[in-house]
Every structure is written in structure tokens, then in C-alpha cells.
């Protein structure tokens, strides 16, 4: 299947620091990525969809000027988030978007990174 | 109400049996369905895709049921390598690819 890498894998900053996450899909091209974010024992939440060439769309309650999406490149989204604070702390997850048609049938996947651990002190 | 729902689990399993789980969904509009796999503190893994007729991968079957919005997963046979949390995803829009998650549900296969 399709790789996508996330770096860091992990970091631990302190409160008050910017910390940039990239997710690079690394053999295709995407246009579309998103960005999520799991706290422990609960599910993904989408936060923002990146697309290439534009600016990102947000989810309700998630602030863009505290996340910053940047789509430069069809294999690249970058997640900046400004001064973290310790409830900013989780687990960040990026995924990449693929979809068409295949042997008659419609495909519509998303392929994920392997996820940065944010530890804000 | 959230969007998509799952039974949290955990469901203890022996090693070798059958356990399967349902999750629904509550728009009707919905057109992509999807089970992916989570492991501890790791990313959430495709499992399979869920087609309208059903659809079977090995030990893993999975169901869609319209008309009631649920999809189902069976896992026959069950290994000790099948433990982890299991993510029911809905898709609305097919060609955005905008997907909703399920929190979950826990799988625990014991010896």
C-alpha cells in the first residue's frame, strides 16, 4: 500500500514553543491531506483538510491561527502548532487521500503516518 | 448523538473463536465504509473495505446493512495477534474522502 512518514515521531517541548510536523507521502502524490488528533482511549478527530495550492479547511472549534497548515507540494503538509501549551499535548496523525477507479470499482482510502507524540511541559 | 457509534468493548476472546461487533452510522447519506485497525499508540491501519454485497478477507468478514446503518465485522478463528481497537470509518462524501470515526472497539484474544 501507499507509505506516508510523519516527523517527528515524537517530541517534548516546552509551554510557549512552536512545534512543526511534517507529512510527507513518499511513492504518490496527493492533494488532499488531513490532520487529526487522538486523545488517549478516544477516536481520531479530524482537526483540518489540507489541500495543495490552497488554504486549509478547518473543523469547527479548532483555531487556524494556533494550527497552521501549510500544502506546498503534492507530498508534503506541514502542521505548526504555536505556542503549544500542555493541553495541546497528543497524539497527532496526518493521513494522505487517494481516490478513483480501479477494476470497475470506485476506491476512496486514506493512508496515515505513523503518528507524533506532543508532549507540551 | 455522535455520527458513528461503537461499542467500546473490550471484548475478551478466546484464542480460536468467533467475536463480532457492529457499528452505526447516522447519516443516511453515507457512501464509503470502512473497518481499520489500531494497535497501541500506533496509527490506525486499513483492515478492509466494506462493500454493499459483503464482503470476506481471510478470518475477516465484513456486512453493511443499509437500511438500518450498521456495519459488522466477524473475525473467525481468532489469533492473539487480532488484539487491538478496531475503528468503524464512515466516508459522506466519496470524492472528498472526508472521513468519521468511531472510538473504537476493543478486541482482547486471550490464550
Known amino acids: 500500500g501507499a507509505v506516508v512518514s510523519q516527523h517527528p515521531s515524537w517530541v517534548i517541548c516546552k509551554s510557549g514553543t512552536s512545534v512543526k510536523i511534517e507529512c510527507r507521502s513518499l511513492d504518490f502524490q496527493a492533494t488532499t491531506m488531513f490532520w487529526y488528533r487522538q486523545f488517549p482511549k478516544q477516536s481520531l478527530m479530524l482537526m483540518a483538510t489540507?489541500?495543495?495550492?490552497?488554504?486549509?479547511?478547518?473543523e469547527q472549534g479548532v483555531e487556524k491561527d494556533k494550527f497552521l497548515i501549510n500544502h506546498a507540494s503534492l507530498t508534503l503538509s506541514t502542521l505548526t502548532v504555536t505556542s503549544a501549551h500542555p493541553e495541546d499535548s497528543s497524539f497527532y496523525i496526518c493521513?494522505?487521500?487517494?481516490?478513483?477507479?480501479?477494476?470497475?470499482?470506485?476506491?476512496?482510502?486514506?493512508?496515515f503516518g505513523p503518528g507524533t507524540r506532543l508532549t507540551v511541559l | 448523538r455522535k455520527e458513528v457509534e461503537q461499542d467500546p468493548g473490550p471484548f475478551n476472546v478466546p484464542e480460536g473463536a468467533t467475536v463480532a461487533f457492529n457499528c452505526t452510522y447516522s447519516?443516511?447519506?453515507?457512501?464509503?465504509f470502512f473497518w481499520y485497525r489500531q494497535d497501541c499508540r500506533k496509527e490506525p491501519k486499513l483492515l478492509m473495505s466494506?462493500?454493499?454485497s459483503g464482503n470476506e478477507d481471510g478470518r475477516f468478514t465484513a456486512q453493511l446493512n443499509r437500511a438500518s446503518q450498521y456495519i459488522s465485522l466477524l473475525i473467525r478463528d481468532s489469533k492473539l495477534s487480532d488484539s487491538a481497537t478496531y475503528l468503524c470509518?464512515?466516508?459522506?462524501?466519496?470524492?472528498?474522502?472526508?472521513?468519521?470515526f468511531g472510538a473504537g472497539t476493543q478486541v482482547v484474544v486471550t490464550p
Open positions: 470509518v464512515v466516508a459522506t462524501t466519496d470524492s472528498w474522502g472526508k472521513f468519521q
Open positions: 447519516n443516511s447519506a453515507s457512501q464509503s
Open positions: 489540507s489541500n495543495e495550492g490552497s488554504k486549509a479547511t478547518y
Open positions: 493521513s494522505a487521500h487517494i481516490s478513483g477507479e480501479a477494476s470497475g470499482r470506485s476506491y476512496n482510502e486514506q493512508f
Open positions: 466494506v462493500y454493499s
